[in-house]
Antibody, heavy 122, light 108 residues
C-alpha cells in the first residue's frame, strides 16, 4: 500500500524558511515522479513543484520559482521541499503526491499524503 | 497557462440523483490530458478520472468522464452518501498543469 507522510509544517514569519519532508513507502520511490501541491485555506489546489524519478530536472510554478527547492533522498525514501523567503500568500496545506505512471512525469497525481500546514504570519 | 473554469460552483442534489459537473478550458487541452479529483472535508484529494475518461484504480463505475478539446464533463450516475464532496478538474497537457476552482456537490 502506498503511504506518503508529510511533516515539517508550522508557523513562520514572512521572510523565513521551512523544510517540508514526505516519507514514502509501499512503492519503488526512485521509479516515480513526485510533486508538491498546495491548498490555501478555503481555496483550491495549486501545483507547486515536481521532480522526476531519476535525473537532475526539477520543475516549479512561477509563484515559487527561485524561492523553493524540491529534492529527494533515495536512500531515505523521502521527498523534500525547502522553502525560503516565505510570504503570507504561501500559507497553505502542502501535499506531496506520487505520479501515476512508472518512469513517467505525467503530472497525474495518483496518491496523496494527508498534508502539512504552513502558516506564514508576523 | 491554461485556465480551467468549473461549473456550477455548487450543485445541490439528493442521494440517488445524477450529478453532471462541467470543466471548460481557456484553450484546447492537448491529448485529452484531463483529470478529476474528489476531496472530502478534511481529507486529501483522491484521483477519480485521468485522460478525460479512464477511471483510476478502485473508483466505482458510477463515476464517468467525457469530453475533449475545451469541454469536459464528470458524471456521477447515482449519488451515494460518500460522494458529497468537492470535485476538481486538472489539465496536464500544458505546462504548468493547472486546476479548476472546484465544484461542491452538497446534499439538498
Amino acid at each position: 500500500e502506498v503511504q506518503l507522510l508529510e511533516s515539517g509544517g508550522g508557523l513562520v514569519q514572512p521572510g523565513g524558511s521551512l523544510r517540508l519532508s514526505c516519507a514514502a513507502s509501499g512503492f519503488s520511490f526512485n521509479s516515480f515522479a513526485m510533486s508538491w501541491v498546495r491548498q490555501a485555506p478555503g481555496k483550491g489546489l495549486e501545483w507547486v513543484s515536481s521532480i522526476p524519478g531519476s535525473g537532475p530536472s526539477t520543475y516549479y510554478a512561477d509563484s515559487v520559482k527561485g524561492r523553493f527547492t524540491i529534492s529527494r533522498d533515495i536512500s531515505k525514501n523521502t521527498l523534500y521541499l525547502q522553502m525560503n523567503s516565505l510570504r503570507v500568500e504561501d500559507t497553505a496545506v502542502y501535499y506531496c503526491a506520487k505520479d501515476r505512471r512508472v518512469a513517467g512525469n505525467t503530472q497525474i497525481f495518483a496518491s496523496w499524503g494527508q498534508g502539512t500546514l504552513v502558516s506564514v504570519s508576523s | 497557462e491554461i485556465v480551467l473554469t468549473q461549473s456550477p460552483g455548487t450543485l445541490s442534489l439528493s442521494p440517488g440523483e445524477r450529478a453532471t459537473l462541467s470543466c471548460r478550458a481557456s484553450q484546447s487541452v492537448l491529448g485529452t490530458y484531463l483529470a478529476w479529483y474528489q476531496q472530502r472535508p478534511g481529507q486529501a484529494p483522491r484521483l477519480l478520472i485521468y485522460d478525460a475518461s479512464r477511471r483510476a484504480t478502485g473508483i466505482p463505475d458510477r463515476f464517468s468522464g467525457s469530453g475533449s478539446g475545451t469541454d469536459f464533463t464528470l458524471t456521477i450516475s447515482r449519488l451515494a452518501p460518500e460522494d458529497f464532496a468537492v470535485y476538481y478538474c486538472q489539465q496536464y497537457g500544458g505546462a504548468p498543469n493547472t486546476f479548476g476552482q472546484g465544484t461542491k456537490v452538497e446534499i439538498k
